[in-house]
């Protein structure tokens, strides 16, 4: 069974836990907007992300804190900061790149933090069913348009999942890709 799904396009950003938070920031993680998936949203704090070769200011660090501290970044941008993170699952930061976190208040350096996000679809156990997929299965994303091109992406399910295809910046702009535009799941 092919399915249509919605793009979500995602910029750089920053996931941190509460102690490193403390760290950096003397006010509170603010909620001024809600991200699709349910529970997750942009705050109203920013970090500066330094590499060895530049830094990048004004990254958005999103709620709420997590058990781990990741920052998320594209292709372009590494190569801005000079680092070479691997391609990986959120989450999963084996390998992860150093990178360096900078506020007014402090700067932490973060050993094994920067990745560069698997493009994804987020699901609700009642989509799995729905679509007749399971949890990390691989699946063929089609994108047809302008430029057409062909994605693999693992499915992400979870309580609070919404329906959604992942990809950050570089890889919607290399096939011309718009939020909430719909492409197809091939099975």
């Known amino acids: 069974m092919n399915f249509l799904v919605p793009v979500g396009i995602s910029n750089r950003h920053v996931h941190l836990t509460k102690e490193i938070f403390e760290k950096l920031f003397d006010e509170e993680l603010v909620n001024i907007k809600d991200l699709k998936q349910k529970g997750e949203f942009a705050s109203n704090l920013f970090v500066t992300i330094e590499g060895p070769k530049g830094k990048i200011e004004h990254v958005r660090v999103l709620g709420p804190l997590r058990e ?21 699952k959120s989450g999963d930061l ?23 996000a698997e493009c994804h679809i987020h699901m609700s156990p009642e989509d799995l069913k729905k679509y007749n997929v399971r949890n990390e299965q691989v699946v063929k994303v089609h994108i047809k348009g302008k430029r057409e091109g062909i994605y693999f992406a693992h499915i992400k399910a979870s309580e609070n999942g919404v329906l959604e295809f992942h990809v950050d910046r570089d890889e919607a702009n290399a096939l011309l890709l718009q939020n909430n535009q719909e492409v197809m799941v091939e099975l």
């Open 94 to 116: 084996n390998g992860a790149e150093r990178i360096t976190l900078i506020t007014n208040k402090n700067k932490v350096e973060l050993s094994n933090a920067c990745i560069l």
């Open 68 to 88: 781990y501290n990741q920052v998320e970044v594209s292709a372009e941008d590494a190569f801005l900061l000079g680092v070479n993170p691997p391609v990986r």
